[in-house]
């Protein structure tokens, strides 16, 4: 009768272990069904952070370059500006050479030692002021 009892309290491990088997398999499976309900959330709550950091971003470089495109058309205008003044200065001065020269063109040797020297101690000294 020992073996029968041996082979009795067997069974009994046998369904006993699988009732243990069955329990810690159903709490595995839940436990795995909950994690992966979450993971869609944490993945939205990473995307809306991530999508809200871009937007901050881009906003951040459209300011930015809106700012450096106003100081650029700025120094543009300034430049603009000194050009005109500039060429207007010298169609100035290319007027009063033509004048000094009598109205000849400008390869005419009709301006005088004392003249061409009066005009580059003009240009020497205005070189000097712009330093």
């Not at 041996?6 to 839940?30: A, P, T």
């Not at 495109?69 to 500006?81: G, R």
Request: aromatic share 4%; proline share 1%.
């Amino acid at each position: 009768m020992g073996m029968v009892t041996d082979i009795e309290r067997l069974g009994e491990d046998i369904i006993s272990s699988y009732d243990r088997r069955v329990k810690s398999l159903k709490e595995l499976s839940d436990e795995v069904h909950k994690m992966l309900d979450g993971f869609p959330k944490e993945r939205m709550t990473d995307f809306n952070a991530l999508m809200k950091e871009i937007q901050e971003t881009q906003d951040k470089r459209n300011k930015e370059v809106h700012h450096l495109l106003q100081e650029f058309k700025a120094k543009m205008k300034e430049v603009a500006d000194e050009i005109a003044r500039m060429s207007a200065e010298w169609h100035k001065i290319s007027e009063t050479m033509h004048r000094r020269r009598g109205g000849k063109g400008a390869k005419s040797n009709g301006v005088s030692a004392k003249e061409l020297k009066a005009f580059e101690d003009v240009g020497r000294s205005r070189g000097k002021e712009k330093r």
